[in-house]
């Protein structure tokens, strides 16, 4: 299975972005749950958020749940990430992830498919 992650950029405080993560296998993709981490500079790589394999339940990091909504569209082996309000904080190698079960955990290793990465800058 490949995860093809695309949609970062720079931008600035405030502005918004739409990450996209595509899924080569979809009999992989639609029954799994599906999350987003990110890995600043010198940082270990974090939860940020997920959604179960149905997008029933969605849970995120703190510090986005206001500002960051995660969606699939499993016809369609796609995953979303629609940031909004950004922060020079959320800078940072986002990576989407596929999970060993239908569920999302915050857990790095519950997941055992990684896409390549895209770099997201906020300036301030």
């Known amino acids: 299975v490949q995860l093809q992650a695309s949609g970062g950029g720079l931008v600035q405080t405030g502005d918004s972005l739409r990450l996209s993560c595509a899924a080569s296998?979809?009999?992989?993709?639609?029954?799994?749950?599906m999350a987003w981490f990110r890995q600043a500079p010198g940082e270990e790589r974090e939860f940020v958020a997920g959604?179960?394999?149905?997008?029933?339940?969605?849970n995120y990091l703190d510090s986005v749940k206001a500002r960051f909504t995660i969606s699939r569209d499993n016809p369609k082996n796609m995953l979303y990430l629609q940031m909004n309000s950004l922060k020079p904080e959320d800078t940072a190698v986002y990576y989407c992830?596929?999970?060993?079960?239908?569920?999302?955990?915050?857990?790095?290793?519950?997941?055992?498919?990684w896409g390549q990465g895209t770099q997201v800058t906020v300036s301030s």
């Open positions: 296998r979809r009999g992989v993709f639609s029954n799994n749950g």
């Open positions: 992830a596929a999970a060993r079960s239908a569920m999302a955990s915050r857990q790095a290793p519950d997941y055992h498919y």
């Open positions: 959604i179960d394999w149905r997008g029933g339940t969605r």
